[in-house]
Every structure is written in C-alpha cells, then in structure tokens.
C-alpha cells in the first residue's frame, strides 16, 4: 500500500477518538505512519454484521408479541450477548437463562431477579420487561 | 496521580503498550521493531474456538506473547498477573501506580465507552496502558485511540473482566527490572525472525501459520453449501472483521512486519531483507485485495461478484507468496 492510497473513508470512528494507524511505503519504498479514518470494506462488513443482528432481532420481536419468547430473548439478541457471556455476568446459570428466553418462565421471575439480569445487562428493569 | 507518560497511538494494541512502556524505561523502539522482535506475524483459524458462535480466524499470537518476547530478548524483567478477585486486582493496580510503575492489561472491547458503537462486539484481546488514577477515574492510553483517554473505577473493573471467548480475568503485565537490559542486537533479531518463520512454517497443526490459511480456503469452499448464503455471507464478514479491524489486522500486520524488516535491513546490513520487505508488502497488499472483492460479495455489488471459490483462490495465492517469504527469511536467518 502506497502512502496516497491509505483510505479515509471515515462514517464510523469519525465521531470518536478512535483511529486506524496504517503502514504504507512513500515515493522511496521506505515505510512511513499514515492515520486512517476507516476502509469501505470494513465498513461494508460491519454494516452486514449488524444488520443481520437486527433482522434476527425483528424476528425475535414477532415471537415475542406472539407470547412465545420473553423479551430477554430480545434484549439477549440485541446486546449480541449469549446466554454463556450472561451466565457470567449476572451468576445466574445457563441453564435459567435459556429457560427464561421462554415468556411463561420469564414471567414468573421475582423483582430482585429482574433487577439482577437489568444489571448485567446494562439496562433497566423497564426496559428489560419491555421491547425497547 | 499522573505518571509522566508519553502516548503514541500505533496500528496494533499490544505493539503500541508495550513500545509505549519501553520509552517510559528510557528504551525508544519503534512499534514495527517490537512487532518483529516479538514475533508477531501468525496466522491461525480455529474452529474449536467460537466468537459470536462462528470459528475463530486470529492473525496473532496469544496476547502478552509479544510482550514477553521482546522484554525477554532485552534482558528486561517483567512480571504478569492474573485475578480470580476482582477488588484485589484493583487494589494490585493502584499499589503499583502509587509506586510510579505504569501498568499494561488486557481488557474486553464490549464494555469500552469510547469505543464507537459498531465496533462493540465481545472481543477480549485489547491491550490498554493504565498511567495514571485522580481519585476514582484512570488516565489510560489506549494505542488505537489518539489522545490518552479516561475510565472510571467500575467502568475499567467491568472491561477487565470481561466475559465471553478468552476473557481477559484481569491480566496486566509490567516492566519489572530494567537494569540488566541489553540493546537491539543483530542476534536477537535474527532469532525473532527465525522464530516467525517457524511459527508461520512448521506447526504440525493444519490450523495455524501458512498451511492455517489453507486450512481457511478448503473450508470457505464449503460455506455456501453448507451453511446457506446468508450464514456464510456472515462468516466471510467476521474474516473480513478480524482482517482489518484496528488492533487485529491481518493485512495491517503485513505491512507492520514490512517495516520491521526495513528497518532490520539497516541493522543487520543485509540488502536482501529490504526485498523480502517489499515481497511481504505485496503479500499485505494481496490480504487487502481479498478483503475489497469479499466485500463487495457481501454487498453483491457487482453484476457477478467473486465466488467464494474464487476468493479461496485468492487464500491459495496469499498462502504460497508468504511461505516463500519465510523459507527464504529462515534461509537467510539460519546460521
């Protein structure tokens, strides 16, 4: 890569501190630091990424209003954690996890739990029993 | 309390930290020399291993292996931890700062606020430098960002032991002892290549180095029937992720280690080197064509994009360019 053909597509860290420092050779061969807003292609995938996670999430939504899934199945999906990544960070098993993925278990959880998995979940307790 | 730190943002995390703390030692090395004297080039894709519930492909060694590489082949003492405790590795970290020591850690991107959004997936392998604390918020230096930026006590507690595929379990490194230390010797460099060149070349394992890349190829052959277009459409978007994203980058890599060996060319006064560079910026360069025609499969851009088979193609290419680079590293390298 050339020191001219360094992209800048910016879009995504241009709102943050956050830059990509590349390598690339200048008219001499020899390799000089080039700061880089970001690469189309990057984008492109993360772009991908996450609109596959929010067409999953709009899934979710359906079986949700249809009574089947809870809405910490949503909010799982949403936050791209799994029910493991959960597990660890509220001390809750996996196992009551994917259980309360399911409304009819979800339902019967008591407040100090909810606050519990709002917790580490990083949201509300409102949001947590609601599709925001 | 603020150490008197100097930040240098860099193109990878722990290359940044660790050339960072060696200047704070009175050690001034470039970020490509630390790259190179700690090995850095790998190449591994690891089904066994899930992010985001797909396989693994990782262009580095484990993190902290740079670290004691380098600090090793200067003779410089380092000490590492590693926390069941949270409050402990805390307090561990403050007692240090207070004695003056700057301290490297290993954090999980999910949880870091001034990450931009889209980049907060749960990735565990982000090295940070803490330098200093003004009672509950921490100054940190970050290599990918471009000031020294600022956590708070819970905020770098939640990031250190952060959950998911390798969690981090509050590791931190720091330089212990630099008294004995020994400067950049054409020996150690030539024992850092060699050891690239034996990690990219001669792990028995079809998963890691030059044959690992293979190993890729053969598989993405397979994804669409396999899985559906949709799922390998995201499998392609996480290569393409781990590729290029800041602090991980494959084709970023290649032209990191270019510029070591460059510089390498000057110190062991060995022309033939500053070609190998040359070579391995072409081998960056093709890691970049492939991820430009990966994206525009995914975006179906074109009329008729590239096939996975044609990407795996491209794989084939980049695989032959970089073992001849290390055979004729190792051939030069070898006493």
Redesign the interface.
């Known amino acids: 890569?050339k020191v001219n053909e360094v992209p800048q597509d910016g879009r995504?860290?241009e709102?943050?501190?956050?830059?990509?420092?590349?390598?690339?050779?200048d008219e001499n061969?020899?390799?000089k630091?080039v700061?880089s807003v970001g690469?189309?292609?990057?984008i492109?995938?993360?772009d991908?990424?996450?609109e596959?996670i929010y067409q999953e999430c709009e899934e979710i939504k359906k079986e949700v209003l249809s009574g089947d899934k809870s809405p910490l199945a949503y909010h799982l999906h949403r936050l791209?954690?799994?029910p493991?990544?959960l597990s660890?960070?509220s001390g809750f098993s996996k196992r009551e996890i994917k259980r309360w993925c399911r409304a009819k278990h979800f339902n019967k959880l008591s407040g100090e739990q909810l606050s519990r998995l709002a917790s580490a979940l990083?949201i509300s307790v409102e949001q947590l029993t609601s599709l925001d | 309390m603020q150490l008197d730190f100097i930040h240098k943002?860099?193109?990878h995390c722990e290359n940044g930290v660790v050339s960072n703390l060696l200047r704070y030692y009175g050690v001034e090395m470039s970020e490509?020399m630390v790259f190179g004297l700690g090995s850095g080039l790998f190449f591994a894709h690891m089904p066994f291993i899930r992010l985001?519930?797909m396989a693994v492909t990782s262009f580095r060694p484990l993190p902290g292996d740079i670290f004691s590489r380098v600090l090793s082949l200067l003779n410089i003492k380092i000490k590492r931890y590693k926390f069941r405790d949270r409050d402990r590795s805390m307090r561990v970290l403050d007692s240090l700062l207070e004695r003056g020591i700057p301290v490297g850690m290993l954090v999980g991107v999910?949880?870091l606020p001034?990450?931009?959004r889209?980049?907060r997936?749960?990735f565990n392998a982000h090295n940070i430098c803490v330098t200093g604390k003004e009672g509950d918020v921490y100054t940190v230096s970050d290599p990918?960002?471009?000031?020294k930026?600022t956590l708070t006590y819970d905020e770098l507690k939640v990031v250190r032991f952060a959950?998911?595929t390798y969690?981090p379990k509050g590791r931190m490194y720091h330089i212990a002892d630099v008294s004995s230390k020994r400067g950049v010797t054409k020996d150690a460099i030539r024992r850092a290549i060699l050891k690239n060149c034996n990690s990219m070349l001669n792990i028995p394992i079809p998963m890691f180095g030059v044959k690992g890349i293979r190993f890729l190829a053969g598989r993405m052959r397979k994804w669409e029937r396999r899985m559906g277009s949709?799922r390998a459409?995201?499998n392609?978007?996480?290569i393409?992720?781990m590729n290029?994203?800041?602090g991980t980058?494959g084709a970023?890599f290649r032209?990191?280690y270019?510029?070591f060996l460059?510089e390498a060319a000057v110190l062991m006064n060995n022309p033939r080197l500053r070609e190998l560079s040359?070579q391995m910026?072409t081998a960056?360069?093709m890691w970049?064509e492939f991820?430009?025609n990966?994206?525009r499969l995914?975006?179906k851009r074109d009329v008729e994009p590239l096939t996975y088979d044609q990407l795996a193609d491209k794989l084939i290419a980049i695989s032959q360019k970089e073992e001849a680079i290390f055979r004729e590293l190792a051939n030069i390298c070898r006493l």
């Open positions: 890569m995504i860290l709102s943050s501190g956050v830059r990509d420092l590349c390598y690339a050779t061969g020899d390799y630091q700061i690469w189309d292609a990057k492109v995938a993360l991908f990424t996450w596959s791209v954690m799994t493991e990544i660890d960070y990083r | 943002p860099s193109g490509a985001h519930g999910y949880h001034y990450f931009p889209e980049y997936f749960h990918v960002v471009v000031d930026c959950s998911g969690p949709k459409a995201l392609l978007a996480q393409i992720r290029e994203e800041i980058g970023g032209f990191i270019a510029a460059q040359a910026t960056g360069d970049r991820s430009y990966a994206a995914i975006k």
